[in-house]
């Protein structure tokens, strides 16, 4: 059984900053993905930001230079720290794990969390 367990939303002014982290924990095996994705009101599900256990990253185009993922292997967790936010990056932000069932199988599975709300004001 794998819990990911999101923290560091809020309410914050366009401009300001927050942090969010997520904590993976029970079964964790690697290779595996830890990613960040966000769902606005009425619109779909995005990826936001993703980091591989041996630290390969990508990010959205929209948040490029403004978002920084990086991730503790040690204590599974993955931060996303959010700079120069702005009202459209206003959604609920899930941690989404993917790693294998089990060590050493190639079959993989999404792990969710249960989502934080970021809002920022205008």
């Known amino acids: 059984q794998v819990q990911l367990v999101e923290s560091g939303g809020g309410l914050v002014q366009a401009g300001g900053s927050l942090r969010l982290s997520c904590v993976a924990s029970?079964?964790?095996?690697?290779?595996?993905?830890m990613r960040w994705y966000r769902q606005a009101p009425g619109k779909q599900r995005e990826l936001v930001a993703g980091?591989?256990?041996?630290?390969?990253?990508n990010y959205a185009e929209s948040v490029k230079g403004r978002f920084t993922i990086s991730r503790d292997n040690a204590k599974n967790t993955v931060f996303l720290q959010m700079n120069i936010l702005k009202p459209d990056d206003t959604a609920v932000y899930y941690c989404?794990?993917?790693?294998?069932?089990?060590?050493?199988?190639?079959?993989?599975?999404?792990?969710w969390g249960q989502g934080t709300q970021v809002t920022v004001s205008s």
């Open positions: 989404n794990l993917y790693q294998p069932r089990a060590y050493g199988s190639y079959d993989y599975r999404d792990y």
């Open positions: 029970g079964n964790i095996f690697t290779p595996n993905t």
């Open positions: 980091i591989t256990s041996g630290g390969n990253i």
